[in-house]
T-cell receptor, first 117, second 114 residues
Framework: GENVEQHPSTLSVQEGDSAVIKCTYSDSASNYFPWYKQELGKGPQLIIDIRSNVGEKKDQRIAVTLNKTAKHFSLHITETQPEDSAVYFCAASTGRWSGGGADGLTFGKGTHLIIQP | DGGITQSPKYLFRKEGQNVTLSCEQNLNHDAMYWYRQDPGQGLRLIYYSQIVNDFQKGDIAEGYSVSREKKESFPLTVTSAQKNPTAFYLC?????????????FGPGTRLTVL
């Protein structure tokens, strides 16, 4: 099955600097890559996603890049702010249906992003 | 307000007891999911349901059961057969059953088995 590796596990940056979180996946058939932000004690919230037919997607200060050949994708946050502090998860899915059901999203283990004032 | 609600937020049970976690959505989504989250770990899929009266096992279904009698509800029962039930449980839903549809998560239930 799919395996998603996420690095780093903890990332500390100065407020205003950029943050980059990287993920690699194993199944070349994966075609959907969402990123979620989780604040303490809450459920994850989707912040951006990308599908395999594009290489980059931006939404204000957040961008995601995808390299299908290398099987990795990255989250970029520019001009970081204190409210960006949270745990970020990447995920991948092939979207295949097997045995009557669908392959689920496979999540990375998360990156704890700390924004230093 | 549209969204996904999970109750209760915190749940304590004695070892050997079954416990049911509630998940309700008013988004008119067809698909619903249950995930388990352990400290320092990603989310792992327990069960999912594409439509009413149908559900499929995920990666870690052993010791859990679900039902989907109504479109808006997808309760999860943690049985006494689950060897390590203490965890944060998250329910999600998506508009359709395709796994690449955006999944929206509820606030979670933290289950502690004493």
């Amino acid at each position: 099955g799919e395996n998603v590796e996420q690095h780093p596990s903890t990332l500390s940056v100065q407020e205003g600097d950029s943050a980059v979180i990287k993920c690699t996946y194993s199944d070349s058939a994966s075609n959907y890559f969402p990123w979620y932000k989780q604040e303490l004690g809450k459920g994850p919230q989707l912040i951006i996603d990308i599908r395999s037919n594009v290489g980059e997607k931006k939404d204000q200060r957040i961008a995601v890049t995808l390299n299908k050949t290398a099987k990795h994708f990255s989250l970029h946050i520019t001009e970081t702010q204190p409210e960006d502090s949270a745990v970020y998860f990447c995920a991948a899915s092939t979207g295949r249906w097997s045995g009557g059901g669908a392959d689920g999203l496979t999540f990375g283990k998360g990156t704890h992003l700390i924004i230093q004032p | 307000d549209g969204g996904i609600t999970q109750s209760p937020k915190y749940l304590f049970r004695k070892e050997g007891q079954n416990v049911t976690l509630s998940c309700e959505q008013n988004l008119n989504h067809d698909a619903m999911y249950w995930y388990r989250q352990d400290p320092g770990q990603g989310l792992r899929l327990i069960y999912y349901s594409q439509i009413v009266n149908d559900f499929q096992k995920g990666d870690i279904a052993e010791g859990y059961s679900v039902s989907r009698e109504k479109k808006e509800s997808f309760p999860l029962t943690v049985t006494s057969a689950q060897k390590n039930p203490t965890a944060f449980y998250l329910c999600a839903s998506s508009r359709q059953g395709g796994i690449t549809d955006t999944q929206y998560f509820g606030p979670g239930t933290r289950l502690t088995v004493l």
